[in-house]
Structure formats: C-alpha cells, structure tokens
C-alpha cells in the first residue's frame, strides 16, 4: 500500500508557473511507472506525464515543452514543474505511483 499527498496547486495567471509535488508513503526507487493525470471539467482523464524507473519520459504533446516530471528519491517525492500555463491546462491533477492515486490538487489559470 502506497499513500501519496499533493500538494503545490492553486491559482495562476497565464504564463506562469507552477511546481506539483506528491509525496509518497514509501520509497519509490522500485516504482515502475509515476505520473500525472488531469482531468478538466466535462472532460475525460488524460495522462499529461510519466516518468520510468529508469528514468525514460513522456508528455501529452500539448504540454511538451513547457512541463516537466521529476523525482527524488531520497523524499520519495514526484515532481511536475509547470511553465508557460495556459487557460487549457485548468483542471484537477493527479498523481500516480504504479496502481495508486493521489487525491487530486486542483490547478486553475485565470486572469
């Protein structure tokens, strides 16, 4: 059993950033995939980034370039640096360690 905490989310502008964290309960050295969902209102869940063991990545081609997923291990802590946000990227994010899920952290661009 993994528990994983968000938090980092909030209200910004267009052009500007955010950093997500999910933090979880144990170590995620072994953890095969990690990640982030999203999920605006009326719209389906997306995977917006993953991240492998080996460190290997991926984005949802309407975020590349502009968001980031990292980790460290030694926190037991996945990172989404958000740059650039745009109106389109309102929605709840969550994480995801392998087959456990975050509670969601609500991400809103506004102006």
């Known amino acids: 059993q993994v528990q994983l905490v968000e938090s980092g989310g909030g209200l910004v502008q267009p052009g500007g950033s955010l950093r997500l964290s999910c933090a979880a309960s144990?170590?995620?050295?072994?953890?095969?995939?990690m990640g982030w969902h999203r999920q605006a209102p009326g719209k389906q869940r997306e995977l917006v980034a993953v991240?492998?063991?080996?460190?290997?990545?991926d984005y949802v081609d309407s975020v590349k370039g502009r968001f980031t997923i990292s980790r460290d291990n030694a926190k037991n802590t996945v990172y989404l640096q958000m740059n650039s946000l745009k109106f389109e990227d309102t929605a709840v994010y969550y994480c995801f360690v392998d087959n456990y899920w975050g509670q969601g952290t609500q991400v809103t661009v506004s102006s």
């Open positions: 991240m492998t063991s080996g460190g290997s990545t």
């Open positions: 144990r170590s995620i050295v072994s953890i095969n995939f």
